[in-house]
């Protein structure tokens, strides 16, 4: 367990013990601070499962977890919660629910859950989380009891240096806007410096060949990190030395298309990823040249 989602677990428990839990709770956190890990813990000790590593994964008759499918929660798998909060409890002291990046669900989604929101059952507990929860419907947040996630940087980086050099850390914190989860999860998986694939892409032949590679990365990692270089451009503190003289009109247009290409594959499964970030790199090669 990450420690600073020790504190946050320790009061939920404590309000379960007292019988106060409520039974609808949005758990909200920045990108990459851990609030479906969070949920995983809550959701096993409701259900006394606590020596279980995860809930996302376990069967249990009294467990129902809804993850989005790509970029969307669908209606149906809203409606699948409906029916499970109604039925009869099984093994567990109760039943839980957890439904992963809430912000997801689709229109239809987001209503079929009010419907559950409005008459949750007595022994079933509903638990949200959410990185992004200005995106969910003010309904729905009203009815849900908010827990959020505390930001601890120090705590964040002092687990992190248990596990790897801090040079490695210290280009990551950047790329993943001081992420903790985000930090371990792209050196886990040995992900290059986005530096040096940005830097790369500046003289990349075909652009074609470049896309092939960006397509392995994970779109909120790759796009938000892009992001976080322009914005280091435009202030005068990049670290890619091949555009520090780019023409900062150029560099804020291409801002603002990163931006809709990044809300458009987050948001939607029909987005031609390939094909927009063909146009990306294509644009990010216009701005090495403009000055």
Known sequence: MMP?????????LAVHRAGRLPH???????????????????????????????????????????????????VDDVREVGAFAV??????????IVVESADLMNASAANALLKTLEEPPADTYLILTSSRPARLLPTIVSRCQSVT?????????????????????DEKLFECGDAPLAVHEALSCEEP???????ALLSATPVSSAVSG????DVNRLTAGWYRHCVALLSGTSRISAVRTADARALAAFSDELL?????????????QRLLYERLVSRWQGVAGSH
């Open 193 to 199: 410096a986005l530096t040096d694939v940005l830097g």
């Open 214 to 217: 960006l397509l392995d990365w």
């Open 149 to 169: 996630v505390p930001r601890d940087p120090e705590a964040a980086r002092s687990w992190l240096l248990e596990r790897w050099p801090e040079a490695a850390i």
């Open 87 to 96: 039925g009869t409890r099984q093994s567990a002291p109760s039943k839980v």
């Open 4 to 12: 600073w989602l020790e504190a946050p677990l320790a009061r939920l």
């Open 260 to 272: 809709a290409v990044r809300r458009q594959l987050l948001t939607t499964n029909s987005a031609n």
């Open 24 to 74: 609808a709770l949005l758990i909200r956190a920045g990108v990459g601070w851990g609030e479906v890990l969070l949920a995983d813990r809550l959701a096993l000790a409701l259900i006394g499962r606590e020596e279980v590593q995860t809930a996302r994964t376990l069967a249990h008759p009294d467990l129902k977890w809804v993850q989005p499918e790509g970029s969307v929660i669908r």
